[in-house]
């Protein structure tokens, strides 16, 4: 009998170590430890054994079931363990799969230039001011030194809502809205963007396009403070090897006036198509407030002085992003409006 435990042993550790499911071990439990089964027939058996064999044989079985019993238990933890993490896997979503994500927008190019200008001359002192889309034609014109018959006024054909009100042709009315505003008040350090609205509409003219308005008034302002501000503000927008040159000009607003022109950002002042090869773009007018349009402000010319400058928007976005298609940027074709 030692014999045939010692054999069924090594035989049932064999299989039990080849048991790959639960379902294994409750075979093998069955075939070993169950009523018919083999471990359970021999110890029946024992009670054929000569009365002084019995207790050793006896021993020896308990032995060997308990050692049986405890590596099923152990091996039960592992398997159960090892289903549960199958079936766990099994049950799983790949949270690493990437999403549909909601498309994202983004600026358009135009607010993205007028956010640098802003930047640029909030870095010089200067505060940002609005004003209405709809005007009064005192504002668009008598306030900045254009009578009704002034011949200027056909510079800027109009939208009139009535003989009196228009859509602002610039955005210069906020000059005279600020000074009434603030006056007396020094310094007035202002920059005004916004939109303006003209009776154009052909491949480089759009009926509604933006401007920034900037105006300086203080106790002594001189032609080269407004030099020495555009200069920095091309630099800074345009890179730091920019030149600027002024040409004299005329502005009712204005005196003495000047056209302002950068070095041409494409050829970098040699001489291209963008330029029509003298090297400069024009990118804004400027000059030296009118007294008149101090005076009607509210501020005595004898005592303050200011410059005053306008730019075009829609110019600079061109220029610095290099399109060349001023309609492109009223389409809202995202093929285009994406690459910014
Ligand atoms: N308002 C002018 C225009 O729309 C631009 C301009 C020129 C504004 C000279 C100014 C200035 O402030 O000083 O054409």
Redesign the pocket.
Known sequence: MREQLGLLKEKAEKELSQCKRLDDLNAFRVKYMGKKGELTKILRGMGKLPAAERPVMGQLANKIRDSLENKIADLTEKLKKKEMEQSLLAESIDITLPGIGPELGRQHPLSLVIEEIEEIFLGMGFMIEEGPEIELDYYNFEALNIPKDHPAREMQDSFYLSPEVLLRT?T?PV?ARTMEKMRPHLPVKIIVPGKVYRRDDDATHSPMFH?V?GLLIDQVVRFSDLKGVLLNFAQQMFGADQKIRLRPSF?P??EP?AEVDISCVMCKGTGCRTCGQTGWLEVL???MVHPRVLEMGGYNPEEVSGF???MGVERIAMLKYGIDDLRLLFENDVRFLRQF
Do not use: L
């Open positions: 610039h210069s000059q401007q308005e502005f607003f204005t006036s007018g400027a000059g005053a400058f306008g």
